[in-house]
T-cell receptor, first 115, second 112 residues
């Protein structure tokens, strides 16, 4: 079946530091890949997405590139801010072995950015 | 648009009671999803609808859980009878593009 593995948290950084959150996946076919963000007390929000190999998704200074050869979709940001503190979820959209398409999430990575 | 609206935001109930969670999706979205989030199991898809029809309910944990979507602007998730292990945050999400899902703020359920 489909699965998403992302780096264990929590991740704690100082403001303006470089961020990488690793994400790898297992899927049949050609999935679409997503990063969602969840701020405290809120629901998830779509951060960025990529629908085919070598696509780069970007939003709010965050970027991730769909790497089919390494089955990865790592999230990066060059300079984090305190307001980026949240839980980040990697996800893939694909059908699993003949079943219906659905969004499969990783377990989430908590990011805390200190001033 | 106001986004996906869930009610109540918090629900505290006693074991054995019936619980009903409500969701109003974004107008024009024809997919609606119900998720459960816990520390132990993360985010789990319970069921999803397309054009008000249940498509995949394989994530519904057991017969105590049921979901309905009587029209395009309303859905309910019901737990009867509730148990302490049902305590979690329940999210509703809607979409026109399946993968691009818009989440509500969630209902935090505590079953005592």
């Amino acid at each position: 079946g489909n699965s998403v593995t992302q780096m264990e948290g929590p991740v704690t950084l100082s403001e303006e530091a470089f961020l990488t959150i690793n994400c790898t996946y297992t899927a049949t076919g050609y999935p679409s890949l997503f990063w969602y963000v969840q701020y405290p007390g809120e629901g998830l929000q779509l951060l960025l997405k990529a629908t085919k190999a070598d696509d780069k998704g970007s939003n709010k200074g965050f970027e991730a590139t769909y790497r089919k050869e390494t089955t990865s979709f790592h999230l990066e940001k060059g300079s984090v801010q305190v307001s980026d503190s949240a839980v980040y979820f990697c996800a893939l959209w694909s059908a699993a072995g003949g079943s219906n398409y659905k969004l499969t999430f990783g377990k989430g990575t908590l990011l805390t950015v200190n001033p | 648009d106001a986004g996906v609206i869930q009610s109540p935001r918090h629900e505290v109930t006693e074991m054995g009671q019936e619980v009903t969670l409500r969701c109003k999706p974004i107008s024009g979205h024809d997919y609606l999803f119900w998720y459960r989030q816990t520390m132990m199991r993360g985010l789990e898809l319970l069921i999803y609808f397309n054009n008000n029809v249940p498509i995949d309910d394989s994530g519904m944990p057991e017969d105590r859980f049921s979901a309905k979507m009587p029209n395009a602007s309303f859905s309910t998730l019901k737990i009867q009878p509730s148990e302490p292990r049902d305590s979690a945050v329940y999210f509703c999400a809607s979409s026109w593009d399946r993968g691009n899902q818009y989440f509500g703020a969630g209902t935090r359920l505590s079953v005592l």
